[in-house]
């Protein structure tokens, strides 16, 4: 007879020797056989803490196979798991097998001739194994079911559609299912637990918090202009990639996280680049081969860091992490500490991370306000949507093809699931209708039975909000692809649209074959161009924390940032109104422009801007568009928009009703060109569209969903993500401050230079850079009167000849031996051929210039573009400034890349 005391035996032999703190508390809550709420910091044993309790049962009484399922949100957690656990269920006798979409034929063959004890998988793949006769045996001996990440299931609709998996599972099942969920973080535990189930869920939390050390690190640009001049790199760029190399250097193995994969492959091809580094990116766009290759050589040593995205934020074995990086803002509370938690990966060791922002003065107050934020306890909170219709076609004609044909009955089994407890008949009847009308479905005798687009439909589609198929972006001047488009956006746009990719403004010119035609565009009035903006949105608590860090700044709070002091100051200098917590500044430019500086997070601020911009409409009689972001909205008019225009507005937007609120975002957000790619997508959700089409369905087609069930759930998905009418009451307790002015404050410019993008290369930092790497070429400079001449640098070239004192000086490349022949032939009175002729009359037009403009002349003719016949036109440009020099310069070596084409 095998007691509790042997089983201990077993977890001794392999290690474990201690139980933490989480393990403590939770154990003694599953054997008794509660369903129970794991919460507890990466690293502090939660995995083992749900499964030691249920292997000891399977250990103890042999149920039959399979008993427990462990699901997972990510493919490579599975992997991961079944590595660590078998270890555990070999020395216990315990089976465990993975089940998901790589799973080979081989091994799904296995699973149903030998089932294992535990199945491992995902909420997609067990939609699949829930159809299949053979599977619904196996799963109907389940006695536990864990759910790991549950924060990640919470508010996506793959979370509601595996809530009802599990109710379908419930109703076939031999036994009273006991459920166990796990995660690092919970914003809503009362969520998580109705998840769960409705019948009592213990909570078992520790309160030992574990330590994180962050520290924000903005590397100083001063340090590194002559390597932004040799690299030709933006300095702020060359800086941070520098502060990367060190701290890999220290530290390595790292990893660094991005909230792009763009910016994730840029990072590591530049840090391969320039300083040899080993490191690899892993983000979902890499096949599975791939990332497990890189995982593995980063627990092998083999490299010194990981640049990913969300795709290693959740607990993926890769071995020991000295340090996380997040380079630029990561938008939210929780992510930060999932991925800070990665370092440090067990509760006894500090979680040590470094966040380097970049260098827009809202990033680096959003990055500070949410390591602050985090160690005072903050979580941001699930935003469900209830009833979601797509999921419930998807869950009917699963239950459909699995048996269950009486409508009765399915509704019975959604209303198990939180998110559909009060789903009426007629809710359910309209989504019947519709999938009878796209032949997935068809009704005989009250009873539903699979059509024959059902399995197509099902098998074909998932609530996994992803975009897998891009688009190549071609610059229809040279015939170059300027980079790649995913489908979502460019379902947002059509023929003249524009939009903004690589610093520059480009307008749509045709869109085929999975190629965009464009060519540059310039902003007219009243149009704002399409932009991706941020796909992980600022809750309004982080936004008001910024907005606080840059009102103390404007009442003189100095900060140990040198891009946020220079931006205040310049704010004060220029007269702007000091600010309260309680103010929102309104800028009118030039009538045309409108920027609202508001502290409501990215879902304020898009509701309030959606507001603004109809009554707006509705008093012009015109269109106008908007744009925002966290912290500021800025609304684009073709007619001019008058101080009173704005302050009647604003009090049409103090007397609205939540109703009419409402009303109107919706309205909004069907106008909206996000509002296309939504129908898009539901359009698929509800099989309307193959999921599988190959092409890009046309806005007229689409438009006819608009009115529709389908119309209708992409509208409110969009709102619910999207949007918080909970402004309409935050705005009442805010003074409005409005300025007509002639240009942007430095805060606007911040956000609009953001958007409207006039190329990156302009900036007034790439300008420095562009006159310090002319002053540092190199150049001959020769006396016209004796033939004095020296290789100098420009930036240190004499004013006049240092042997005759002539101001008669000209230039040549270091290394031109013939300008200096000519030149000596010259003064010697010898004959010159027709070549050398036309050679000397280009030194003594540039001589002068240079007896007129001394270095400038110099500057001028480094440039590439300049030369002797347009150096005087060059030149002339000083009498508007330096800056109008350099930038006249700059724009004259642009358009000379840009032609040299024609003439090479």
């Known amino acids: 007879m095998l007691t509790a005391a042997d089983f201990g035996k077993v977890l001794y032999s392999l290690g474990y020797t201690k139980l933490t703190p989480i393990q403590r508390i939770a154990i003694p809550k599953i054997i008794s056989g509660k369903h129970t709420l794991i919460i507890a910091p990466t690293g502090s044993g939660k995995t083992e803490a749900a499964i030691i309790p249920l292997f000891y049962k399977i250990w103890n009484s042999r149920p039959e196979k399979i008993s427990l399922l462990y699901i ?17 269920g070999n ?35 067990l939609q699949y194994l829930i159809i299949n006769q053979k599977y619904r045996d196996l799963l109907s001996n389940l006695k536990w079911i864990i759910i790991d990440e549950l924060q ?84 702020y760029v060359i800086s941070r990639l520098e502060k990367l190399k060190q701290i890999i250097e220290t530290y390595k193995p790292i990893i660094i996280f991005t909230n792009t994969r763009e910016t994730a492959e840029f990072l590591a091809s530049e840090l391969q680049a320039l300083y040899n580094l080993k490191v690899a990116t892993h983000h979902g766009s890499l ?265 103390d700044a404007i009442k003189g709070k100095n900060y140990e940032f040198d891009e946020i002091n220079d931006i205040i100051q310049e704010y004060k200098k220029r007269g702007y109104p000091e600010l309260s917590n309680n103010d929102i500044l309104v800028e009118i430019i030039n009538g045309e422009l409108i920027v609202v500086h508001s502290p409501f997070g990215s879902k304020g601020n898009n509701t309030l801007g959606s507001i603004l911009s109809f009554y707006l409409n509705k008093i012009k009689g015109i269109r106008t568009s908007f744009r925002n ?101 935050e705005i009442k307790k805010y003074t409005w401050k409005i300025v007509e002015v002639p240009s942007p404050s430095p805060l606007a410019k911040e956000f609009l230079d953001r958007l409207l993008i006039t190329e990156s290369e302009e900036a007034p930092v790439m300008l420095e850079v562009f006159k310090r790497r002319l002053l540092s070429k190199e150049v001959r400079v020769l006396c016209m009167v004796c033939g004095w001449n020296k290789k ?29 022949d000519i030149i000596n032939k010259n003064i010697r009175g010898k004959k010159l051929s027709k070549t050398e002729m036309k050679k000397l009359k280009e030194l003594k037009i540039i001589a002068s210039l240079f007896s007129q403009y001394k270095k400038y002349a110099l500057i001028a003719l480094s440039a590439r573009g300049v030369g002797s016949t347009n150096l005087g036109k060059a030149l002339s440009k000083l009498s508007e400034g330096e800056e109008s020099f350099y930038q006249n310069l700059f724009n004259v070596e642009k358009k000379f890349l840009k032609n040299r084409k024609y003439w090479q």
């Open 629 to 729: 972001d966290p912290y500021n909205i800025v609304i684009a008019s073709v007619l001019p928009i008058s101080k009173k225009d704005i302050e009647e507005t604003i009090t049409y937007v103090n007397k609205l009703s939540q109703i009419d609120a409402r009303n109107i975002v919706i309205d909004a957000i069907k106008e909206s060109p996000q509002f296309k790619w939504k129908l898009y997508i539901e359009a698929e959700r509800f099989g309307n569209i193959d999921s599988n089409s190959k092409e890009i369905i046309s806005s007229a087609i689409l438009r006819q969903f608009s009115d529709t069930i389908v119309g209708e759930e992409a509208a409110r998905e969009m709102l619910i993500k999207n949007h918080d009418l909970s402004v309409l009451t």
């Open 72 to 88: 997972t949100p990510l493919k490579a957690l599975n992997r991961d798991l079944e590595l660590r656990l078998k270890n555990l």
């Open 792 to 820: 100098v640098s420009i930036e240190y070239s004499p004013e006049k000849c240092e042997k005759c004192q002539s101001v008669f000086l000209t230039a040549t490349f270091p290394d031109d031996r013939d300008s200096i």
């Open 91 to 125: 020395a216990l006798g315990i089976t465990i097998g993975t089940r998901h979409g790589d799973t080979s034929e081989r091994k799904r063959k296995e699973i149903l001739k030998s089932p294992p004890d535990l199945l491992i998988t995902t909420p997609e793949s």
């Open 287 to 551: 096949s599975k081969d791939i990332r497990i290759n890189i995982e593995n050589n980063f627990k092998q040593g083999n490299l010194d860091a990981i640049i990913a995205t969300s795709s290693l934020e959740l607990g993926i074995d890769i071995g020991n992490i000295n340090l996380v990086v997040q380079y630029m803002s990561p938008k939210e509370v929780t992510r930060l500490l999932q991925r800070i938690g990665r370092s440090g990966h067990s509760l006894n060791k500090v979680s040590k991370g470094i966040v380097i922002p970049s260098n827009y003065i809202y990033d680096i107050f959003e990055c500070k306000s949410i390591i602050e934020l985090s160690r005072e306890g903050y979580l941001e909170q699930p935003y469900i949507e209830l009833n979601a219709l797509d999921v419930i076609a998807h869950e009917i004609t699963g239950m459909v093809l699995e048996g269950v044909r009486n409508k009765e009955d399915i509704l019975d089994i959604l209303k198990n699931s939180v998110y559909f407890r009060d789903l009426s008949k007629d809710e359910l009847e309209n989504v019947v209708q519709l999938l009878k009308s796209s032949r997935i479905l068809k009704e005989k005798d009250n009873q539903l039975l699979p059509s024959y687009r059902a399995w197509k439909y099902y098998y074909g589609t998932n609530m996994i909000p992803d975009s897998i198929r891009s688009y190549s972006v071609i610059n229809m001047a040279n015939n170059l692809e300027l980079g790649k488009l995913d489908e979502d956006f460019v379902a947002m746009i059509d023929e003249e649209s524009i939009f903004v990719l690589g610093g520059k403004l480009w307008k749509v010119v045709s869109i085929e074959d999975g190629k965009i035609f464009v060519d540059r565009a310039e902003l007219k009035r009243g149009i704002l161009p399409s932009w991706f903006g941020e796909s992980i949105p600022v809750e309004k608590e982080v936004s008001e924390r910024v907005y606080s860090y840059l009102i």
């Open 152 to 235: 990640e299931m919470l508010d996506e609709k793959r979370g509601y559609e595996l809530s009802v998996v599990i109710s379908r599972l419930k109703k076939f099942n031999k036994n009273k299912i006991q459920m166990i969920g796990l995660s690092a973080t919970i914003g809503n535990i009362e969520l998580a637990k109705k998840y769960l189930s409705d019948a009592e869920v213990e909570v078992a939390k520790v309160d030992l918090k574990k330590e994180y050390d962050i520290d924000l690190i903005i590397p100083d640009i001063n340090d590194f202009p002559k390597k932004a001049i040799e690299l030709n790199l933006d300095p």
